[in-house]
Structure formats: C-alpha cells, structure tokens
C-alpha cells in the first residue's frame, strides 16, 4: 500500500538532519529499482567471494534462527528450498545451474524481484556530505537503523537495500 504523507514525514524525520530521503513510489519508479535490485542479485549469486557466505548464513529447516538466516523466512517454497540447499552444496553445482538454467535469474526473481515490485515504496537515502571518516560511516549505519525501527514502530515493513551501494562498490573495484 502507498505510503500517507505523515509515515514519510515521520520517516525522514527519523533519517536525520543530515539525510534527505527520495521516495521512488510510482510503478516506473519500482520497476527501475526493481531492475536495479535484480541486477546486483544476479552479481551476488554469481560470485564466488559470496558462495562460502550464502552457504553458511542458512539455517535449514527452521522458522527461528539465533544466528543466522532461517530458511522459512527466505521466501521460496519447501520443493524450492530443497532444490537451493542441494544447489549450495558445492560451488560447481552452483556454477552450472546459474549458468545452464539459469538458477540466479529466477532465484532474484523469488527473492528480490516480486516484493520489490509490489511494496509500496522504495526510498533512498542520500546524505548531505560524502562520508570520509569512520564515524561518518556509523552515522550512516545509524540513520538506516532509526528509519527501520520508526518503520516498525509505524507497522510497516522495511528491508534496507544494502545489496546495491556493497556491490556498487565491489563492480568499481574489479
């Protein structure tokens, strides 16, 4: 559901003065990001740095996890999940699904692509100066973190799009 004018007001106020939030909130919008989200899972599920990290975070058969990622709150249905945890038994069998099945695209698609899609609004957070220190990066840890609590305290659901500035990042670099 479309976002009122108070919960973004809320929201922002929440960023901070040193954040500006941009709401990307009609169907083009979500479109564009969804396409964007896609692109940096495909990235993610195609590199080997994240393979040992995907395949430790799971914790299988579980709807609670203390630790890690339960597999009941990843999205894809039992027959799905069973087909991932045997596809994650190895890198090799990793690389051949994603390469002749195409297992990264219709895995973002499950993953990221249909909530992205379909939520109300995606929101950017930019902030008044490029971070250069430390303590501007934990400023902006900070930041997400008070949007995401205030989003949960307006019963809302926000998931924090980290997947796009960390590969961002890695694409520069390499």
Same mark, same amino acid.
């Given at each position: 559901r479309p976002l009122t004018h108070s919960q973004k007001q809320i929201l922002q106020?929440?960023?901070? =003065?040193?954040?500006?939030?941009?709401?990307?909130?009609?169907?083009?919008?979500?479109?564009?990001?969804? =396409?964007?989200?896609?692109?940096?899972? #495909?990235?993610?599920? #195609?590199? *080997?740095?994240?393979? *040992?990290?995907h395949k430790s975070i799971i914790e299988w058969n579980a709807q609670y996890s203390l630790d890690r990622i339960p597999d009941a709150a990843l999205g894809p249905g039992r027959i799905n999940l069973k087909i991932m945890r045997a596809v994650l038994s190895s890198w090799e069998c990793v690389q051949f699904l994603n390469r002749y099945i195409g297992a990264a695209w219709s895995t973002s698609l499950q993953l990221d692509g249909w909530t992205s899609l379909s939520c109300g609004a995606h929101m950017i957070m930019? #902030?008044?100066? =490029? *971070?250069?220190?430390?303590?501007?990066?934990?400023?902006?840890?900070?930041?997400?973190q008070r949007v995401w609590l205030t989003a949960t305290q307006l019963d809302l659901w926000h998931q924090p799009e980290m997947v796009i500035p960390i590969f961002a990042r890695y694409i520069s670099k390499n």
């Open positions: 106020q929440a960023a901070g =003065k040193h954040y500006t939030i941009q709401w990307m909130e009609s169907l083009l919008q979500r479109l564009q990001m969804t =396409k964007l989200i896609l692109q940096t899972t #495909r990235i993610r599920l #195609r590199i *080997p740095e994240a393979y *040992p990290v930019l #902030r008044d100066q =490029k *971070p250069q220190t430390d303590e501007d990066f934990i400023d902006i840890g900070k930041a997400v």
